[in-house]
């Protein structure tokens, strides 16, 4: 038994999130922790939401309330979706936890008594009537390249140029309007992250088995221009995180807030001192997944990121956790994947473009969007949800192969030997086949999943099922019945055990279904077939099932029309 923390990237507050955020991130991770236990590790798989920054401010003041309040709502809202899709996380943090505020003011001290912090002085734009700066988003004003009169500080939205909120002619505050603003002098703390360049390198050329996606977009930020650079830590700004260096205050840091990207990854830590807490456990409880003097040396950890993300994981947090010269677990292996775009577009958080995690729940079940998402997942390249793959994909996987399955052999058994497996009979040279190709299946099934592929994972679980379907269609229970009743008992017996251990295989991908066909099978032992014959004879003659109600309805035409037209727009 070997101990795997997993985290996802933390989903931003500011919204639902959509089926591009969930295939990339929280959703491969549960598959991953879901299969780890199912081998019998010990797992702690953790998630929270990333809840700081302007984007939250200014979601809450339009949604008009105080910013924890809308924070910790969103939060509620965004566990409760999580819950519906049978993400499977030990916890569901905050970055807005105490644990959270200690930690990251812990690390600032540290990294400053490294020294590798410095303080810069800069110039920002302030505004007067509002008695703050204003950092990008919070500055409004005409593009100087192209004349759009509602440009943002930080981008233009018409022309996409990227700005700088003293580059604004006529600018003003997206707060009050106010146009009574000057640039003052302000100061900051940067990390210097590119002192550690020649470390984070040699760290990243140790991960030789990581994905391209993930080392080649590292490389990148280390090395092309000036290469890696030193970043602000700290923002203008009333929420957040206050500076501090430790538990002291920072001298002339007074009412600023440690930057979102600074304190986002800390919550994976924190996180864990949550999950502790929730649980009435101590500080060693959680410490023995995250220090490697109390006990986390033998963790292996794995992230799950779409590729926007990697910067952070393989540079900036890296450079927080080796900076600190304390004993803190790095992360042993990163999977990213590439985007995963919608009919024709992109998905949108911004513009409501796409499918959202709510709106999907609301028309089917969430066993039909996780086995679609992860057999389709954006790995090797960009992938597309459209609308008549996903109905194909779901009717021909889910219904015909794996639901028809189920549903034929426990109907035949019933109606010809009763709601028990059938005694009479053995097996012959076909079922001695079957369960020699099953565990060769298995067996790769197995190393997808360990390997994170993803969809290879799902194209051998398919494989599985689609083996009894072919044993079935070959060995035909239901004319060897009318010659040689025995025979078809025994061919009955042993589709009836693939049932339950298709249960078991596929109760990381399909949980609902899987859990279904445990039950049908009246049986709880979904314990890995490490060994596959003796899986296959785990129900023996005489054990009682009942016939399970349809797994899988088909989509039709016209459902798939309807959510077509449904979802072409931008959600209001
Ligand atoms: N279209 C996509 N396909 C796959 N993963 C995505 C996609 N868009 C975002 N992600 C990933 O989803 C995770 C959660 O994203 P987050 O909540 O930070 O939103 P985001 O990256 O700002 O996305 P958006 O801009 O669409 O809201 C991140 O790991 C991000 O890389
Ligand atoms: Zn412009």
């Known amino acids: 038994m070997a101990r795997h923390l997993i985290t996802s990237a933390i989903p931003y507050i500011n919204g639902i999130k959509h089926l591009g955020n969930l295939v990339g991130s929280q959703l491969p991770a549960d598959l991953y922790a879901r299969y780890l236990r199912g081998r019998g590790h010990e797992v702690l798989f953790l998630c929270a939401t990333d809840e700081h920054g302007t984007p939250a401010e200014l979601a809450a003041k339009k949604a008009g309330k105080p910013v924890d309040q809308y924070c910790a709502e969103m939060h509620g809202v965004q566990a409760e979706i999580a819950k519906g899709f049978r993400l499977s996380f030990d916890h569901f943090g905050r970055s807005s936890s105490k644990q959270n505020h200690a930690l990251t003011q812990h690390f600032a001290g540290r990294l400053a008594d490294q020294g590798l912090i410095r303080e810069v002085s800069e110039k920002q734009v302030y505004s007067v009537a509002d008695a703050r700066f204003l950092p990008d988003r919070y500055i409004e004003g005409t593009c100087p390249n192209c004349g759009y009169d509602k440009a943002r500080g930080d981008q233009c939205e018409n022309c996409t140029k990227q700005l700088d909120p003293t580059d604004l ?34 760290w990243i050329d140790e991960k030789t088995d990581w994905p391209i996606l993930t080392t080649s977009i590292a490389r990148k930020w280390l090395n092309d221009g000036d290469g890696l650079q030193d970043r602000g830590i700290t923002r203008d700004l009333h929420w957040g995180i206050p500076v501090k260096r430790g538990d002291q205050d920072w001298p002339g840091m007074e009412g600023k807030v440690f930057y979102v990207w600074f304190d986002a990854p800390i919550e994976y830590i924190a996180c864990a001192g949550e999950w502790a807490e929730a649980h009435g456990l101590g500080d060693d409880a959680w410490e023995r997944w995250w220090r490697t003097d109390k006990g986390a040396e033998d963790v292996r950890y794995t992230q799950f990121m779409g590729k926007d993300n990697v910067p952070f ?8 956790i080796l900076g600190s010269g304390e004993p803190w677990k790095l992360v042993d292996y ?4 590439n985007y995963l775009n919608y009919d024709g577009g992109q998905f949108s958080t911004s513009q409501g473009r796409g499918v959202f995690m709510d709106q999907a729940l609301d028309i089917l079940p969430p066993d039909y969007w996780r086995w679609w998402l992860l057999s389709h997942a954006p790995e090797s390249s960009d992938s597309e949800f ?52 099953i565990t060769a299946r298995v067996r790769a099934y197995e190393r997808s999943m360990e390997a994170m592929e993803v969809r290879k994972s799902a194209a051998e679980l398919r494989g599985i099922w689609v083996a009894g379907n072919e044993y079935l269609q070959s060995v035909a229970p239901w004319t060897v019945f009318k010659t040689d009743p025995d025979k078809a008992a025994a ?16 109760a990381p991908f399909v949980p609902d279904a899987a859990a279904d066909m445990l039950k049908a099978m009246q049986t709880e032992d979904d314990s890995w077939p490490d060994d596959v014959r003796a899986a296959l004879g785990v129900l023996e003659a005489g054990h009682a099932f009942t016939v399970p109600d349809v797994a899988f309805a088909k989509i039709t035409d016209e459902q798939r029309e309807g959510w077509q037209a449904r979802f072409s727009g931008v959600r209001e």
């Open 313 to 320: 994981h393989t540079l900036s947090f890296p450079a927080t």
């Open 334 to 337: 990163i999977k990213s994947f």
């Open 491 to 506: 061919q009955i017996r042993l589709a009836l055990n693939l049932v339950r251990l298709y249960g078991v295989l596929s």
């Open 169 to 202: 002619i006529n600018p003003r505050s997206a707060i009050s309007g106010s146009t009574d603003l000057e640039v003052r002098e302000t100061k900051h703390l940067y990390l210097m992250q590119s002192g550690m360049r020649a470390q984070l390198n040699a």
């Open 386 to 437: 459209t609308w008549e793959n996903f109905q194909s994909s779901v009717n021909k996987d889910l219904a015909d192969v794996l639901g028809n399955f189920v549903s034929r052999v426990t109907k035949f058994c019933r109606s010809k030997f009763g709601e028990a497996v059938p005694e009479a009979g053995s097996y012959g040279p076909e079922e001695e086949a079957l369960i020699e190709t």
